[in-house]
């Protein structure tokens, strides 16, 4: 790169060679100046308020590239088709959800990008449910001109991912929930059931509506043979509610084992909702729910269920590294 200075004052008619950030404190901060500006006299005074003396005139040379098609070819590289791209400014490109969804991370080849030097590729928490416009990354090169190299590193990189791409937005897959509701005084009449408002608000949220619920008090083989017929019945979910602590009168956890085909964990390495348990009958999911999901907005069933909506198999692992930041409390 032949990179030359010029003063602000002997710039008019010169092309900027990149973005122009103004900051005014408490008041703005962005793109000034857009990369190819020509500049005009009355440039001048503003360049100057932003403490701007000189301006640089650059050359690229074989095998170099700016930061903006940098940016570009990289965003590029690691979006899916549930992602949209912003157009490039001041040397970043963000990238967006196209679709309501599950934000999906591929956490290993954005570490290995990260690795490589003057890359910077930030995300948002994966795994979480994101809507439509979302913003959830954002992919920069450090400095004003970049090597190629560079950029073609985080392309292989990136293009080495098998089944799905390094960024993107799971689409849910239809549901079919069944709730089965533990508890004789709720059966009875003599407490009002708390759980059915809560979960059909929360699946709501997904675009759920094709849920029904079940009430079978306390026995154990009676909360066994509603899932079962649940799962025969074409559940691909089933929510297990109460009955989840270590009270004797607690057979939820025991009857989940006893229609499951696989127990992925019964407990959490996150609070609230560290009483959860998750298993599987053949593809149907069973979650066992505690009483913080009733009482807590965000609880570990909260954090399980983007996944499980999208089709994907959760294991002990994964589960098991939500332990840091498993405190989940405000």
């Known amino acids: 790169m032949i990179r030359r200075e010029v003063p602000v004052e002997d710039a008019i008619g010169l092309a900027l060679a990149h973005d122009m ?9 962005g793109r000034q100046f857009k990369r190819g500006h020509v500049v005009r006299e009355e440039d001048i005074p503003v360049l100057l308020d932003m403490g701007k003396r000189h301006l640089y005139i650059l050359e690229l040379e074989p095998g170099e590239l700016h930061e903006d098609d940098a940016a570009l ?5 690691i979006a899916g088709e549930g992602v949209e791209l912003s157009e490039v400014s001041e040397g970043k490109v963000i990238l967006r959800a196209k679709r309501d969804g599950m934000l999906w991370v591929d956490a290993r080849r954005v570490t290995a990008m990260n690795t490589i030097d003057e890359i910077s590729i930030a995300t948002k928490r994966p795994f979480q449910h994101v809507t439509r416009g979302t913003s959830l990354a954002a992919v920069r090169p450090i400095p004003l001109v970049i090597a190629e190299d560079k950029v073609r590193a985080v392309e292989v990189i990136a293009s080495q991912a098998q089944k799905r791409t390094v960024i993107d937005v799971l689409p849910y897959q239809p549901q079919k929930v069944r709730i089965v ?10 407490v009002e059931d708390k759980f ?5 608000a929360k699946l709501a949220r997904y675009g759920i509506q094709d849920v029904h619920q079940v009430f079978v008090g306390d026995e154990r083989d009676r909360i066994a043979d509603a899932i079962v017929e649940a799962c025969e019945q074409g ?6 509610t109460g009955g989840m602590s270590v009270d004797p009168d607690d057979r939820s956890p025991g009857a989940i084992r006893d229609a499951a ?11 609230p909702g560290s009483m959860l348990m998750l298993a599987y009958r053949n593809d149907t999911a069973i979650f066992g729910l505690p009483g913080a999901v009733i009482y807590d907005p965000i609880t570990s ?3 399980l269920l983007p996944r499980v909506l999208t089709g994907l198999r959760v294991r002990k692992r994964d589960i098991a590294v939500l332990g840091v930041g498993g405190w989940l409390n405000a």
């Open 73 to 77: 070819r990289m965003a590029q590289a």
């Open 21 to 29: 950030t103004r900051i005014v404190p408490g008041e703005f901060k």
């Open 181 to 190: 509701t533990t508890g004789s005084e709720i059966l009875h009449g003599r």
């Open 235 to 240: 559940a691909t979910l089933v929510l297990v």
């Open 301 to 303: 069933f909260d954090r």
């Open 196 to 200: 059915g408002p809560v979960l059909r």
């Open 261 to 271: 085909t696989e127990v992925v964990t019964y407990g959490t390495p996150m609070l």
